[in-house]
């Protein structure tokens, strides 16, 4: 990973990790038995994680504007997509399987309701009430 891939993430991590939740899931992304999770850093607005391949796409200069209006940072955006990598994969699938009105899946509703929203609020950010919302470009992946 080029060195201000490795400046993100590890902004990005310190951020993250004054959430307990947070914290936790960096833990597990970390010492995962059996498993070697790959962040790959783009600049596509994309954030996503492949199962197939284990591999987290991270866009550390798109933040989220919430459909209510909130702000949520691209740090908070890989917190998200390290809780789809560590969940047990047969688990996110079954939940990937499921639709949801508001959240498209139920994973991602399991997600934005469960670890995205305490963090957020730890944070200080804004919390999602659906899985949609609009990418704009910042400087920081913490937003400060």
């Not at 796409?57 to 917190?79: C, M, N, V, Y």
């Not at 789809?84 to 934005?112: G, K, M, S």
Request: proline residues 5%; contains cysteine.
């Amino acid at each position: 990973m080029p060195r201000a891939a490795d400046r993100a993430y590890e902004a990005a991590r310190r951020y993250l990790s004054r959430d307990p939740m947070e914290r936790s899931l960096f833990d597990r992304l970390e010492h995962a038995r059996g498993r070697h999770f790959r962040l790959r850093v783009n600049h596509r607005n994309d954030d996503s994680f492949d199962p197939a391949t284990d591999t987290i796409e991270w866009d550390p200069h798109s933040a989220l504007r919430t459909t209510s209006g909130g702000k949520q940072s691209p740090a908070l955006g890989l917190g998200h997509e390290i809780d789809h990598a560590v969940e047990a994969p047969q688990t996110q699938a079954r939940l990937n399987a499921r639709a949801n009105r508001r959240f498209d899946t139920a994973e991602e509703r399991r997600v934005i309701t469960g670890s995205e929203r305490h963090a957020a609020r730890t944070l200080e950010e804004s919390a999602r009430v659906d899985h949609a919302g609009r990418c704009y470009r910042v400087a920081s992946p913490t937003l400060r």
